[in-house]
């Protein structure tokens, strides 16, 4: 979400026009990123008190907060709720990423989304950690052309699933003789490959709402509880 994307598509000769989106994938993936930095500043604190193992039982945790709730196994969930328990820093900043992942359930409208946005960004810069305070000075820069990915039903979530697939069945082959061998093992393990631009979408009725979008899916499934993630007091 840096300027150069940006830059390089309004200089002269490229993109003038175009509108400039930046998917939910890459924008939880900010937030994502500064959950881990105030991690590793956590366990770093951890690794200077007198109990040693401290920090030994918390490099477990990496996981525990990173990964979505309901893809944890028994052992993470277990660590999550021990996280939850000791509060702080880190469940502070591990109850922001969620609340921000939840607004991009893919059942809001885009005037739904930026409010919470806008919530959002709020508390993230009021909660004193740093990597959240940059984050939601980011978020916040770039608002317009993240509503825009919501009105056009852009999202990089499938492609960069597909993306990180395909260099594992690369790398897993040791190599291959030709590109069209890499392909037809790409193609013969996830084919069929159907990728739908956003114009090319048949807009849907939204039976649980008026509202009309362009048929994408749920960017993150069975979250329904943005609202009271945003709100919630975070202490």
């Known amino acids: 979400m840096g300027p150069a994307f940006e830059s390089s598509a309004r200089a002269e000769g490229h993109a003038?026009?175009?509108?400039i989106c930046w998917d939910p994938f890459h924008v939880v993936q900010l937030v994502t990123t500064a959950l881990d930095t105030v991690r590793r500043e956590v366990w770093q604190d951890l690794r200077r008190l007198p109990d040693k193992d401290a920090a030994r039982r918390f490099k477990g945790a990496r996981w525990a907060l990173l990964k979505n709730p309901t893809d944890l196994t028994d052992d993470q969930a277990v660590t999550l709720r021990k996280l939850k328990r000791r509060g702080g820093d880190l469940w502070r900043a591990y109850a922001l990423k969620e609340a921000l992942r939840a607004i991009f359930a893919g059942d809001l409208s885009e005037e739904e989304v930026g409010i919470l946005i806008d919530r959002f960004c709020s508390r993230a810069s009021r909660s004193g950690l740093k990597p959240f305070v940059t984050a939601a000075k980011t978020i916040r820069k770039r608002k317009a052309g993240i509503l825009a990915a919501i009105r056009?039903?852009?999202?990089?979530?499938?492609?960069?699933?597909?993306?990180?697939?395909?260099?594992?069945?690369?790398?897993?082959?040791?190599?291959?003789?030709?590109?069209?061998?890499?392909?037809?093992?790409?193609?013969?393990?996830?084919?069929?490959?159907?990728?739908?631009?956003?114009?090319?979408?048949?807009?849907?009725?939204?039976?649980?709402?008026?509202?009309?979008?362009?048929?994408?899916?749920?960017?993150?499934?069975?979250?329904?509880?943005?609202?009271?993630?945003?709100?919630?007091?975070?202490?």
């Open 16 to 19: 003038t026009k175009a509108v």
């Open 152 to 235: 056009l039903g852009v999202n990089n979530a499938q492609h960069e699933g597909l993306n990180r697939r395909v260099r594992l069945i690369v790398n897993r082959a040791y190599g291959f003789h030709s590109a069209t061998a890499a392909l037809g093992l790409v193609m013969l393990t996830l084919g069929p490959i159907e990728h739908v631009l956003p114009h090319e979408r048949v807009p849907i009725v939204d039976p649980r709402s008026t509202h009309i979008h362009a048929g994408r899916p749920e960017i993150f499934p069975l979250q329904r509880e943005r609202r009271e993630l945003v709100s919630e007091p975070l202490e």
